[in-house]
């Protein structure tokens, strides 16, 4: 009896350390949510991690915006790098080419996510092939819309395409300070919606070469018409960073449309007269751009499994629907259609949008190529360059950038 009481207690002891040393799987999240984001997550979203996962610890850390992609650098220069990270979108190929993340494309259940994931910010973990994280959270931008000013135009809802909002460019009125729509800057993000609507590219689709594509007949043809637009006086000069601005410019009713993200409208009240809905096609296209940020496993982590689990975790149901009230759109299919919108019914214009959103270009070599296109853009409606010399130049520069 003593020896069997000996080996039960062995046993028991075992199963304790056994226990315990699961408990002590502890990985760390480095995060930049706001602190209305981050509440949601630690109220809502961490403790049903934890209770569905008790062995795995997470220890969130909100680090500032700014300097974090240095902070990461340091971090992994000193083996002193979390075990995760949310990244900015634009900045994901940048870490992948340093070395410094993890591909995703071999681990468990990873068919399954890229199965479901929306294809547009799933494209944005992209690099030489492999995917280097997860999309987490993610937005747009769509058609927000002055109900007044679209009925001084003859409309009773937002016109479904480019062309019927086109046929009442006559009613525009830009001596007293009335346009049809606005196209808030030159930069890409502003520019980049309407040129793919328009039928434009920047690249092919595997993001390996500009020519052929950026200075094609119809990306040409495109910019050209967005400069015919503010020549016409269609659009006003705020496509060159004039007054009034897409935010002033669709409250004061100088604008019956402007193209902008979900923050118009979770900034303030609830604003029923500026109903939102998908960008006005072409030929059936109705593109705009992928924003948001994604989840990343950085190379060092001693944590590999958990660290997974915990990605795929902020994928599900019970992470991303209760960051919708924080905000966040879901970047998984599956989830989209279980947002309730009924508090909030400018979303559905956004989660419909999404379902055909473009990424950046996912390349270590971004930010430079990002200024070589809000060069050209600029130049073309500047009329420094025309639209083919301008995209002529740009192209040969960005081939050069990818083939780095």
């Known amino acids: 009896m003593k020896k069997l009481m000996a080996v039960l207690l062995a046993l028991t002891m075992l199963l304790t350390m056994a226990c315990s040393a699961l408990a ?3 990985i760390t999240f480095w995060h930049t949510y706001s602190e209305g984001e981050e509440k949601t997550f630690l109220e809502q979203v961490l403790p049903a991690f934890e209770a569905a996962y008790p062995e795995i610890k ?11 992609n240095q902070q990461i650098i340091t971090a992994v220069a000193g083996e002193t790098a979390p075990d995760l990270v ?3 979108i634009t900045w994901v190929a940048q870490f992948a080419k340093l070395g410094a993340l993890l591909p995703i494309d071999e681990m468990e259940g990873a068919a399954e996510v890229l199965a479901d994931a929306l294809p547009g910010p799933m494209a ?3 690099y030489q092939g492999k995917h280097y994280g997860v999309p987490m959270n993610t937005n747009t931008t769509t058609g927000v819309f002055n109900l007044e000013r679209l009925k001084e135009l003859g409309f009773d809802a937002p016109p479904a395409t480019l062309d019927e909002l086109l046929a009442a460019a006559d009613k525009a009125d830009p001596a007293n300070e009335k346009w049809l729509f606005a196209v808030q800057g030159s930069f890409n993000w502003a520019m980049l919606p309407f040129i793919w609507t328009l039928g434009g590219s920047i690249t092919d689709d595997d993001f390996t070469t500009a020519t052929g594509y950026l200075n094609s007949e119809a990306t040409v043809k495109a910019l050209e018409t967005v400069k015919a637009w503010m020549d016409e006086k269609i659009i006003s000069t705020s496509v060159l960073g004039e007054e ?5 410019g669709i409250e004061a009713g100088n604008y019956a449309m402007v193209v902008e993200g979900p923050w118009f409208y979770s900034a303030g009240e609830a604003k029923p007269n500026f109903p939102s809905a998908p960008i006005p096609s072409v030929d059936g296209r109705s593109v705009s751009i992928v924003g948001g940020e994604d989840l990343v496993m950085l190379k060092g982590t001693k944590n590999q499994e958990a660290a997974w689990t915990f ?8 992470a991303q629907i209760p960051m919708v ?3 966040m759109i879901p970047t998984m299919a599956s989830n989209l259609d279980k947002v309730d919108t009924s508090a909030s019914p400018w979303m559905d214009a956004y989660l419909e949008q999404l379902k055909t959103a473009a990424p950046r270009m996912p390349s270590a070599e971004w930010p430079s190529i990002e200024e070589v296109l809000n060069t050209a853009f600029e130049s073309a409606l500047r009329g420094v360059m025309s639209a083919q010399e301008a ?3 740009a192209a040969a520069e960005i081939d050069a950038l990818l083939a780095k």
């Open 24 to 26: 002590e799987t502890e």
């Open 58 to 68: 997470v220890n969130p850390i909100r680090m500032p915006y700014e300097g974090l």
């Open 86 to 88: 949310r990244m900015d």
């Open 124 to 126: 944005t973990t992209v």
């Open 244 to 248: 009034p601005g897409t935010w002033g």
């Open 311 to 318: 990605m795929k975790f902020m994928l599900s149901e019970e």
């Open 325 to 327: 009230n924080a905000g």
């Open 391 to 393: 995209l002529d130049a």
